[in-house]
Each structure stands twice: as structure tokens, then as C-alpha cells.
């Protein structure tokens, strides 16, 4: 379909964000398509762009880190975090 991979600079099917500010917050992305990727051929041309269904378990996954990394940041800044719930945490990671 003339897409880049998801580690290119600019990865989004949808919006103008490039790898460095993919963890960037505060910025609001419009949905108006990627103007700044270099498209490749279409190896599908008969596919429309409106009709692709991206990765689902990539998108998943990438949302979960940056949410799980934003929980124990938060989790960090409390002092009964250290005390009560960090060892049974470390231990239950250790199991697994």
C-alpha cells in the first residue's frame, strides 16, 4: 500500500507525527493524513487507503506501555508505593 514500516521516522497512517514525538502528550495530532512520509509503490492498488484496518495488536501494545509507564511513574511519587506494594510487584514480575 505505499506505507512505511512502524519504526520509520514518519510511521502514522493518519496524522503528521514522526518517532521522536510518538511519547510526546501534550501534542494534539489532527487526523489528516500523513503529508511528510515518502509513499513507496503500491504493491495493492486496487485496496483504498480509507479501507485499511491497521495492526490492532501493535496499537495495543503500544498504547499499554505508555500508559503502564505513565502508572508507575505516578506510583513512584507516592511513599506507600515503596514500602507496601513495590516487593509484592517485584516478586509477582519475578514469577512470571
Known sequence: MGLNAPNA??????CNCDAVSQCDMDQVWTNTGNSKC????VLFSAIDLKNYIPDELYMLLRISDILMEY???D????KEFE???KPIVETAFKNL
Do not use: D
Open 9 to 14: 521516522t514518519y510511521f502514522c497512517l493518519y
Open 38 to 41: 515518502t509513499k513507496k509503490t
Open 71 to 73: 502508572l508507575f511513574n
Open 75 to 78: 506510583l513512584f511519587k507516592k
Open 83 to 85: 514500602k507496601q506494594i
